[in-house]
């Protein structure tokens, strides 16, 4: 059958402007036939190129003197943790397959993000997630929310790792646009560090992983458009299915593999598929690639060429093997029962070319594919909706009547209340590493000798045992602050991660972002991302944490509108010592309850109450300035902290954020568990000091930054408080554990909580919307 | 709940001087996950712990074996159906028919019930959700030698993460398994009771953990090997291989 010709309309459906069409001429000097065009399509779309943000995502920081591999260069960036050993992590989105097919749409999110990491030589030794859905009294976000934490759960639960951090907001911008955020972190010694470069005219090209079929065709073209109804119907043939177990055996003996020295490059066929990585690993290699489809296997007779290189089948991977040294992946392969094929050869021509049947069937300019997509500096305007939002008369707000109820409603909100409907579903335990399960302000992992790949044996370091290494892992990203102030939005969602790190005793290493906006050809949407990335950046700076690399995501909406502008921050940080590390429950009676931070912050106008829960929930609003942050106020708390930490002083470290304080003294006291319907309840008795003009619903709920309730023996009060003085940080004690009750006293007004009360409609809440 | 402490149990052990480390083999299939963690445990309690593929035919010399959780073979068709064809399960077939011991977790569990080594089978969890959680197991039979070792009355706080893990034996099976001490563990509250709501899966009679009859191979749904340090939350499942491990001692 002849190929279908070139006319405009195909171009279109091809999601290419005729501008980037006349650059497709230009560059190949000639027109394309359709598998050209094809391949054009989805190494340009936005999923692929980030041709859109590019000019934006240069202004992140990206080095320090601990960073290995940048952003950028590779699949995903590395860090150095010291003794020769290394992390590899980043974070990935599958908004729109989730939105259609929520459960592979997520168990392949988990997949992909997890072969990122291990084909940088590094064993995957956790994952973590972070969620949108619309508001959970909609079935259909239900049966969303149900898909994607099934499907989360059976692939990292399948392939064997533990998913021990993350977070779920529901709001109703996510209505049909659910966000799914994966992240994945592995270990590996500097020496393994694998890269994806097609190196060495003549090395053969090997194809690893099951036979490549008709699923997930062009699932990179379809993530770069708007979700409409028709849109969905007709892609869901572009959601890919995943294999967790053919992942695992593909992991291992790409491991095995990669310690005998015989891969000269290393590529997972992710987005875009076989495309992606032939000629992505050319263009680094500075080589050209040569592939004969027949080699392909497949899942059908009768695939055409457009279809094998566009499918996006999973668990598939691209090896450059050394020449003479195919034997030792053969046999690896067999040893675990794994389907591969040789498939090409590399060249020096520069050139990416496909044959079929023997026949040419495209010939085109690797680098030029990989790298020089076009760039576009969209235009930013400063949306219309901020003139509203920012017109909020916070006096217009009757200030609290009934705080008891307040505190129950927020604890039972979705978005605040335990998720332990999610996390029950993951496998948290597997491979003996997790030191701080789900539950507090971030996961702490233990790195130790059998978490590494195996090392070749000629390898120096073969019989050095490394020291165990403790790391913690946060991800956050408040969209409605974005929404309502971009630029203070992105650099809250930095910030938060950096306190959660420091509040269980870690130092922040590096950031991997999820840029989750709507349509960038929008003015107003692309201004957002724009301030977002600033605000980033700027935080990112501030807290030397270099973005190692992430994923944007855009286009997410659908005729009823855009999402929230949501960044999502997933931060990794090291601890020095297993002593050091924190939890966030209050732990004895007695222990001295401390308020690290100011609460009520002169410079803003909404006492904290800006995009605020307290505001959405009792007041269904969305609107004002989300609270200020003050870069060198948090880095400091947090560096102060870390040094009480270290000082044995602190019993419990617990963030103020959604739900302002009150909502945090609440989890202190009801958020341990230690097994299954053993919840440790432990009160508090608090007074809090209030001035005349402080709002009651600010002072308790409002979501002022930079603030951190510690718990701390009675003995050391005094040293704290001394050094807090010293180093102009605001330390003041408000409480004491211990009691039955949670007790906080403002003035005259004294508001008692029961503990089990209180834990009942926190722990339960999800559970009981979601098996009513 | 009695701290078990790991630096104290180590040193006891070096410090008998020339007690021999007893070998356990822990083994391979494709999708085993937590083969890892069983190599863990033993080499935590000094002793010597080594994998063995699912194509080999022959165990080697071992003490014990340990079939480790996981997803072998993907848990297509069943959970555990297919392992049970490995080569390897028959030289573990012939070993447990000497009178070799044999631990099952989860998978294990799984795989021994499919292959005709331990009465029942497992099916998916009634609430059809994989559950991953703490929980604490009564110890119903302590004259074993998987529960020897356990204290009277000593709880394991050891964690569960299964999909498949609801118990099942028709009524006859269990009457046999009862009077014969087959059932080892069940799931309990925090104080001890063995009730509805500390079941997590739906097992019958909160059944966590059974023997065969004649008392060499036996498996259970919860991860001791899981739990054999406080730094990642119980040192609890050292009581299990503490049992087996005082058991071959006692044989010797």
Known sequence: MPDPKITPELIRQHNLTDEEYQLILKQLGREPNITELGIFSVMWSEHCSYKNTRPLLKGFPTRSSNVLVPAGEENAGVIDIGDGLAVAFKIESHNHPSAVEPFQGA???????????????????????????????????????????????????????????????????????????????????????????????????????????????????????????ESAEQQRGAVQVGDPFMEKLCMEACLELLATGAVAGIQDMGAAGLTCSTCETAARGGTGIEIELDKVPQRGPGM???????????????????????????????????????????????????????????????????????????????????????????????????????????MAWPTIASKNWVYRQYDYTVR??????????????????????????????????????????????????????PYEGGKIAVAEAARNLACSGAVPLGTTDNLNFGNPHNPELFWQLKEAVRGLADACTHFEAPVTGGNVSLYNQNPKGAIDPTPTVAMVGLIEDPSHITTQWFKNEGDVILLIGESLDSDDPYQGLGGSAYLKVRHGLKKGLPPRCDLTVEKNIHNALRGWIAQGAIQSAHDCSEGGLAVALGECCISRESARHTPHLIGAEIQLKRSEQDRLDALLFGETQGRIIISVPSVFVGKITGQAEVMDIPVEKIGTVGGKTLSIGVDKHQFDWDLSKLHDAWFNSIDRIMES | MTQVDTETELSAISDQ???????????????????????NAIEVLGHEAHYVWHKEESLGHLDAVLVPGGFSYGDYLRAGAIARFSPVMRALADFAGNGG????????????????????????????????????????????????????DQLMRVPI??????????????????????????????????????????????????????????????????????????????WVFRSLIEHLKDAK
């Open chain 2, 17 to 39: 001087g020339n007690a021999s480390k007893f070998s356990f083999g822990v083994l391979q299939f494709p999708g085993s996950n937590s083969d890892q963690d069983c190599v």
């Open chain 1, 107 to 229: 168990t392949t999110g988990v997949g992909g993000i997890i072969r990122d990491i291990f084909t940088m030589g590094a064993r995957p030794i956790c994952a973590v997630n972070s969620l949108r859905f619309g508001n959970l009294e909609s079935p259909e976000v239900r049966r969303l929310f149900r898909g994607v934490v099934a499907g989360i759960g059976h692939y990292g639960n399948c392939f064997g790792i533990p998913t021990v951090a993350g977070e779920v907001y529901f709001d109703e911008s996510y209505e049909g646009n659910p966000l799914v955020n994966a992240f994945s972190l592995g270990v590996l010694r500097h020496e393994q560090i694998a890269r994806g470069a097609a190196q060495g005219t003549g090395n053969p090209v090997f194809y690893v992983g099951p036979a490549t079929g008709r699923d997930g065709l062009a699932g990179a073209a379809f993530a770069s458009q708007d979700l409409t109804e």
């Open chain 1, 432 to 485: 003996n590493g997790t030191m701080v399960h789900p539950g507090s302000d971030a996961a702490v992992m233990r790195v130790k000798p059998d978490s590494l790949p195996v090392l070749s044996e000629d390898s120096p370091n073969r019989d050095v045992i490394p020291p165990e290494k403790y790391l913690a892992m946060s991800v956050d990203g408040n969209g409605a602050y974005v929404y309502l102030d």
């Open chain 2, 161 to 238: 993460a299964h999909g498949e893990g609801c118990y099942f034996a028709d009524g006859s099976t269990l009457n046999e398994m009862e009077s014969h001490g087959q059932i080892l563990w069940k799931y309990a509250t925090a104080q001890g009771d063995v009730e509805d709501h500390a079941n997590p899966n739906g097992s019958v009679h909160g059944i966590a953990g059974v023997c065969n009859k004649a008392g060499n191979v036996a498996a259970l749904m919860p991860h001791p090997e899981r739990a054999c340090q406080e730094a990642i939350g119980s040192a609890d499942g050292q």
């Open chain 2, 101 to 152: 011991l044999v631990l099952g977790v989860c998978n294990g569990f799984q795989i021994l019930c499919e292959a005709g080594l331990l009465p029942g089978a497992l099916i998916f969890n009634r609430s059809l959700q994989f559950r991953s959680e703490f929980v604490h197991l009564s110890t119903v039979n302590s004259d074993t030698p998987f529960t020897k070792a356990i204290p009277a």
């Open chain 1, 304 to 410: 055409s060429p457009y279809e094998i290189m566009l499918s996006e089948s999973q668990e598939r991977m691209l090896i450059i093997v050394h020449k003479g040294r195919e034997d030792e992946v053969k046999r690896i392969f067999d040893k675990w029962d794994l389907p591969w094929a040789e498939i090409g050869f590399v060249t020096d021509t520069g050139q990416m070319v496909v044959k079929h049947h023997g026949e040419v069937v495209a010939d085109l300019p690797a680098a030029k594919l990989a790298d020089e997509a076009p760039i576009y500096h969209r235009e930013a305007t400063e949306p219309e909706y901020l003139k509203e939002t920012r017109g909020l008369d916070l006096h217009s707000i009757q200030d609290t009547t009934d705080v008891e109820a307040d505190l129950h409603v927020l």
